[in-house]
């Protein structure tokens, strides 16, 4: 079973730019579905992107220009990238893994069942 890990969040300034990172171990982080989410304080958790072992990205409507994800399978790592950070981007960031699905993966967090801590992100105006 595969376990992630989180790291590079921290606080940046509004227009900044930030890579978050999961460090995967275990076994079945290269033939699965990925994804990134985030829950903002006193808000539902939402969806940011998901990618499937060849790379193929699909992000979620409101992510899509300034978040850019990728993967190594061969370093159990995968990256979130964002840019032209504003305040509503405050939020812990997580990492997740779908291990039934390596291809066309799905969007719904229902379906990643394992979980990383998560990465805390704070950006000030």
């Known amino acids: 079973q595969v376990q992630l890990m989180e790291s590079g969040g921290g606080s940046v300034q509004t227009g900044g730019s930030l890579t978050l990172s999961c460090a995967a171990s275990?076994?079945?982080?290269?033939?699965?579905?990925m994804g990134w989410f985030r829950q903002a304080p006193g808000m539902a958790r939402e969806g940011i992107g998901i990618i499937d072992i060849g790379g193929t990205t699909t992000y979620a409507g409101s992510a899509k220009g300034r978040f850019t994800i990728s993967r190594d399978n061969a370093k159990n790592t995968l990256s979130l990238q964002i840019s032209s950070l504003r305040p509503e981007d405050t939020a812990m960031y997580y990492c997740?893994?779908?291990?039934?699905?390596?291809?066309?993966?799905?969007?719904?967090?229902?379906?990643?069942?394992?979980w990383g801590p998560g990465t805390a992100v704070t950006v000030s105006a």
């Open positions: 275990g076994y079945g982080f290269s033939s699965a579905c």
């Open positions: 997740a893994a779908d291990l039934g699905r390596a291809y066309t993966c799905r969007t719904s967090a229902f379906y990643y069942k394992t």
